[in-house]
């Protein structure tokens, strides 16, 4: 192959200063179409926990949970703590692990697009099972058939967001998908405050605009162009190189097409990836790609979103104040995404996450002690310390909406070499649904058990995963993604872990090309 030597994963050295290109409306209308899918998997963390407050929804599915909630008597961490509720808000993120497995193939032999479609179409049936629920079965269906698109969505949009980007500013695009996230809890907020005066169907309408976000996701993946590294993995190569030309806006690609090629004609020699990716020369990407997603759910985030109107209706706000309350929580983290999208491809991935787990763990520490001085079992937060908590909540919102928010999405979509992206990434999503299923169901007994502790649980999780990024994660700014392999034999503890073989050919590289 011309146009350089081959490295350990079949991608060949030094082409990166070759990357010609600009940022063009093909690639930002392209990203943000795609990105649409993020708005899903948001608008659902939002309106889960707004709806699982109202009155009418509790008394109708959750009877038990409704006659607790009216009891003053009952302790402030435990009126909600309930394993069905649980099921209501956990039960999708279970049937999202499953679905995304079976995602994984499907987004490799059919493409991007089709996961895009296969998602949305799924979102769009769950939307319209949840919003006619007429019993708890109905509801729990519609739960899963959203789980399904959820499953399918985030293994392809933030796949397709890392592809289509140009190296320059794929972080910045790949946030795309976090800010649609975070557009679509905040919008879920809103709508939440709007239909609580709806009664006694406003829980219906909640629930069943879900479908708006789901039309858009299945439109936009038909009509968006395929990724040129999905095509030229497929075998249509000139079709990607149409694309690529058309993306970067110039018919100067061959440089990055070959690196297409070159990680392709690997991939294609790959007949089981899930089994390769367990060789232990992707085993820092298999590591991140478990750590990464355990990490962005351990910071405590769901549990805040999911459960803000419960989490501060239990510390004493009135219903409206409650999900007024967690709308602002939801708008401060849009504005902290657009901050990241801006520093992301200037600072680095590595000073993000470092600097928001600070703030996180800082955040969290004076929250526990506020409520664990000033906020007893059976007594309400007074006004001055409530307004307190939320200014600290916010700030810890702030926080993760520039580091682990986004970034817990980015690094493993970009790291992984094209023959186990795929899998990769269902890894990425499986592991984030499967523990965003335990903190949702374990969310209320964990309040119920530790109460003010809670906040301490997730900082000390907090300050382990900013240790991790601080002595294993190396800085993936401005790396081609294609190229992204040699990182990890150059990182000062990864290179132990490589077999020889890898380290060997990036050697030889490295003499190759300063020859």
């Known amino acids: 192959m011309a146009g350089g030597s081959f ?3 079949g991608v060949a050295k030094e082409r990166a200063e070759q990357y010609q290109g600009k940022v063009t409306g093909y690639v930002i209308i392209a990203c943000l179409v795609a990105a649409i899918g993020g708005s899903i998997f ?68 059919y493409g991007r697009r089709a996961s895009i479609v296969c998602g949305g179409i799924s979102f769009l049936v769950g939307a319209g099972l949840n919003a006619g629920a007429a019993n708890l079965a109905m509801l729990l269906a519609g739960r899963i058939m959203l789980g399904v ?133 992707h085993r820092p990407q298999l590591v991140m790609a478990i750590c990464m997603p355990m990490f962005q759910i351990l910071t405590g985030i769901n549990s805040i979103l999911f459960y803000a109107p419960v989490l501060f209706q239990t510390m004493g706000f009135g219903g409206n104040a409650s999900l007024y309350s967690s709308a602002l929580t939801g708008a401060v983290l849009v504005l902290s995404t657009l901050i990241s999208i801006g520093l992301v491809d200037k600072l680095g991935r590595r000073a993000l996450l470092i600097s928001g787990g600070i703030q996180m763990i800082i955040c969290q520490v004076i929250v526990a002690v506020i409520l664990g001085v000033k906020f007893g079992d059976k007594e309400e937060l007074s006004k001055g310390y409530s307004v307190i908590v939320v200014i600290f909540i916010c700030l810890f919102v702030v926080a993760f909406g520039w580091s682990w928010g986004p970034l817990g999405w980015t690094i493993p979509s970009e790291i992984f070499p094209l023959e186990t992206r795929s899998a990769g990434q269902s890894i990425t999503v499986a592991v984030n649904l499967l523990f965003t299923f335990i903190i949702a169901q374990a969310f209320l007994a964990l309040l119920c058990a530790f109460k003010f502790g809670i906040f301490l649980f997730f900082a000390g999780w907090v300050t382990v995963m900013t240790i991790f990024v601080y002595f294993l994660l190396p800085e993936t700014k401005g790396v081609p993604i294609e190229e992204m392999t040699l990182l990890w034999s150059k990182h000062w503890f990864w290179k132990k872990i490589l077999p020889a073989t890898n380290l060997e050919a990036d050697n030889n590289n490295d003499t190759n090309s300063s020859a």
């Open 42 to 109: 948001g608008y659902d963390i939002g309106v889960s926990g707004g709806v699982t407050s109202m009155d009418e929804f509790l008394d109708e599915f959750f009877h038990a949970v409704y006659e607790k909630k009216k009891h003053a008597h009952e302790s402030n961490y435990c009126k909600y703590d309930n394993q069905g509720l649980a099921a209501f808000t956990s039960s999708l993120y279970l049937a999202g692990l499953v679905s995304t497995l079976v995602a994984s193939p499907i987004t490799r032999n």
């Open 149 to 281: 698109g959820i499953g399918f969505g985030n293994q392809a949009v933030p796949l397709y967001l890392s592809e289509v980007a140009p190296t320059h500013l794929r972080g910045g695009l790949n946030m795309m998908f976090q800010l649609a996230t975070t557009l679509g809890i905040f919008t879920a907020n809103m709508v939440n405050f709007g239909t609580q005066k709806l009664k006694p169907w406003g829980w219906r309408l909640s629930l069943g605009l879900a479908a708006f976000p789901a039309l858009l996701m299945t439109l936009g993946g038909y009509f968006l162009p395929e990724t040129p590294n999905s095509l030229v993995e497929r075998g249509l190569t000139e079709r990607g190189r149409r694309v690529l030309e058309k993306l970067r806006g110039t018919k100067n690609v061959d440089a990055e097409l070959q690196d297409m090629v070159d990680a392709s004609e690997l991939a294609n020699s790959i007949k089981h990836p899930f089994r390769n990716i367990l060789q232990k020369r």
């Open 7 to 9: 490295g350990p994963n």
